[in-house]
């Protein structure tokens, strides 16, 4: 009964699209291939089915070990370029509020590196939370590189470390990386209330270069911040690597 339900939602629905955004080199293809379960390429193709080499934000981007899922990329924008820009807002509005479910932009994951944490919310995130109107989208903020962090906190305390038992040196540096953290003040830039596009959830990424790593987390917070029950289902029944989620889903 549950596979009739799931090829009728996919019927219904088509492919759960997510739009990635975020600055060159937060990790963004390395998410989507963990989502999707491979270390290929994905293929890019334009509106019209024509395979594409480079990166336009209508464009589509499909891995071949699970095309149920469907990526559309922002990058363009956040280097400073103000037509892409409006390209970008262009392109949300008109998805986020398409008559069609199967043409919506079904979630939208904003990844902030945390590598440079002195620079953490830079002008293009700015622009993006206190300019674009994502309506009923949820936008998942996804904190990627966390391990960052840790060394840069570790050096700070390095001196106080001395003597101390190895979980209490790790206890103290987890304190220390969530401080700095808090320091960053992305979270209060994220909240702020007068941005037009509001996080629904928010997710840290770590160490996903490891082959072991997944994106669990971000495919189970994408699931529970979408208020419509199909695409709830319709995400569940697309990913493959969860099956916790399947669980928590059925049970919520």
């Known amino acids: 009964m549950a596979t009739i339900e799931a090829q009728d939602l996919r019927e219904r629905i088509g492919r759960f699209r997510v739009l990635i955004m975020g600055r060159a080199n937060a990790g963004k293809t390395t998410i989507l291939q963990k989502v999707c379960n491979t270390t290929d390429q994905p293929e890019i193709t334009d509106t019209q089915g024509n395979k594409r080499g480079n990166h336009d934000i209508t464009n589509e981007m499909v ?3 699970n095309p149920g899922f469907v990526f559309h990329d922002s990058c363009g924008f956040e280097a ?5 820009f409006k390209n ?3 392109f949300i509005s008109e998805r986020a509020h398409a008559t069609k479910l199967e043409e919506r932009i079904h979630a939208i994951w904003y990844c902030i590196p945390m590598d440079d944490h002195c620079r953490t919310f830079q002008r293009s995130e700015e622009k993006f939370f206190r300019e674009c109107d994502t309506g009923h989208v949820p936008v998942v903020v996804v904190f990627t590189k966390f391990e960052a962090l840790r060394p840069v906190a570790f050096g700070e305390i390095k001196k106080q470390l001395k003597g101390v038992s190895k979980e209490e040196r790790s206890k103290r540096i987890a304190e220390r990386v969530e401080e700095l953290f808090t320091k960053t003040g992305v979270l209060d830039q994220l909240g702020n209330p007068e941005n037009r596009a509001r996080p629904k959830s928010y ?3 770590q160490e996903m270069n490891k082959a072991d790593m997944n994106c669990n987390a971000l495919l189970e917070h994408t699931t529970f911040a979408l208020d419509n029950e199909e695409l709830r289902l319709c995400l569940v029944s697309t990913q493959k690597s969860n099956m916790e989620l399947c669980i928590k ?3 919520a």
């Open 63 to 65: 891995f071949k070990s």
């Open 80 to 84: 400073g370029s103000e037509e892409e």
């Open 88 to 90: 970008m807002k262009n």
């Open 203 to 205: 997710v840290r990424l």
């Open 249 to 251: 889903c059925a049970i």
